[in-house]
């Protein structure tokens, strides 16, 4: 879907258009466009409702698509010429929007009618590109450890608790597996976001600053392998088990005892499953270095061809720092951004706990890594498929490796 909804946006020209160098906004008309459901859709237009009722001089004409159906009309949109002024823009995209200068540098407005002083730390600079600032983040997440403890308790394993190693989870699986019947888990090397994890924690990363890829043969090899070992042992959740259920997550059909994901994952799954979950720690070999860092769980971007950016950059500045938005939103678009939305936001429940976790961890997140490189989506859902190939015993390590890195050379040129 990557690959072919940016398509079109190969056409867009490399002069300027719009974004010039407007200071202060004054009557206008914006044009609004997000990714989301009928209930996102009230949210929003609640918020944009308020919005206008305190910068009266300034409309907001709003639109809405699904996610694949939106990225398929931001690619035709500006590919003509007629983006939206204010998009919702996701992390995996913004390189590639920004790369074909479709996007406005919203620093030239900060201090003006963009106030960044109040992002979550992880946050802050989560947009920029080479000096330059392409989106703000309007919620955030980070890596965590769902899991069911009634499991661990009739398996008679301790419960994860911080500085549990990548051995400790491996043999928390299998006992589980083999007292209770039901698999420890999913099998962590379906995504390459657990790779990331590991290689954080050991000081690298998973693309570099100048989007090749951070890490060898030899060291996926050693990722693959222990899934794999996780594999033939038959501690994690069959992978034909896996697929079968998709969209569907294993935690929310009680089909395991527990999952690496996102932490914002935690109210769906508790949602769907009859078990209490909790949140944990991520499991690391390097005592006080998780690897987790604050994720942008999506951004707002201004079109560079917008004949508004001041009063485009005010309308972000406003979804990302009003305390009643924060109300309004809750963790809808992920957990407010900034510290006066998430003291006004109303988190109940699991998203009490992921808020908790987060907040626990907030003074120990690493730096946010840059945007990942034009082709990053196609390149994860690459791995996605090789590594369920691995796991049906289709392909072995070595051609599974060798297979990810030639489709790295074919997408990143590296």
Not at 305 to 314: I, Q, R, W
Request: charged share 25%.
């Amino acid at each position: 879907m990557l690959a072919t909804s940016m398509v079109a946006l190969l056409a867009v020209a490399c002069g300027s258009g719009g974004g010039g160098e407007e200071t202060q906004s004054g009557p206008a008309t914006l044009r609004f466009s997000w990714w989301g459901n009928a209930e996102r859709a009230e949210l929003m237009q609640k918020a944009i409702d308020l919005f206008q009722s305190k910068n009266p001089e300034i409309k907001v004409t709003p639109s809405f698509q699904e996610f694949e159906a939106y990225w398929q009309k931001m690619a035709t949109e500006t590919a003509g010429g007629n983006a939206p002024d204010v998009l919702q823009m996701d992390f995996a995209y913004i390189r590639e929007y920004s790369d074909r200068n479709a996007l406005y540098d919203l620093k030239k407005q900060e201090g003006k009618n963009l106030e960044l002083g109040d992002l979550l730390e992880g946050l802050k600079g989560a947009g920029e590109i080479d000096g330059k600032l392409y989106g703000v983040p309007t919620g955030g997440n980070t890596w965590g450890y769902i899991y069911n403890p009634a499991l661990y308790t009739q398996a008679g394993v301790a419960e994860p608790k911080e500085g549990w190693t990548w051995d400790d989870y491996r043999a928390a699986m299998k006992a589980i597996a083999e007292k209770t019947g039901i698999p420890g888990g999913g099998n962590y090397v379906g995504s390459y976001y657990n790779l990331e994890l590991q290689l954080r924690q050991e000081g690298a990363s998973l693309y570099t600053e100048d989007g090749k890829l951070g890490f060898d043969k030899a060291r996926l090899a050693e990722f693959f392998k222990e899934g794999k070992a996780l594999t033939d042992a038959k501690v994690a959740l069959p992978i034909e088990k896996g697929v079968q259920i998709k969209p569907a997550h294993a935690l929310e059909q009680d089909l395991i005892a527990g999952d690496l994901g996102w932490d914002n994952f935690m109210a769906r799954y508790d949602k769907g499953a009859k078990a209490d979950l909790k949140l944990g720690p991520v499991p690391t070999d390097k005592a006080g270095t998780s690897g987790q860092y604050l994720k942008p769980s999506m951004l707002l971007s201004v079109s560079q061809k917008s004949e508004h950016p001041a009063a485009a950059a005010k309308l972000v500045s406003f979804m990302v720092n009003d305390p009643e938005v924060g109300k309004i939103f809750g963790a809808n678009r992920g957990l407010p951004p900034t510290n006066a939305q998430r003291a006004a936001a109303q988190l109940e429940g699991p998203l009490a706990a992921v808020a908790a976790y987060e907040d626990d961890l907030k003074d120990k997140f690493g730096k946010t890594p840059p945007a990942p490189p034009k082709g990053a989506g196609s390149l994860e859902q690459a791995f996605i498929r090789i590594t369920e190939e691995l796991q049906y015993g289709r392909i072995g390590v070595d051609e599974a490796v060798d297979q990810f890195f030639t489709e790295a050379e074919e997408t990143l040129g590296s």
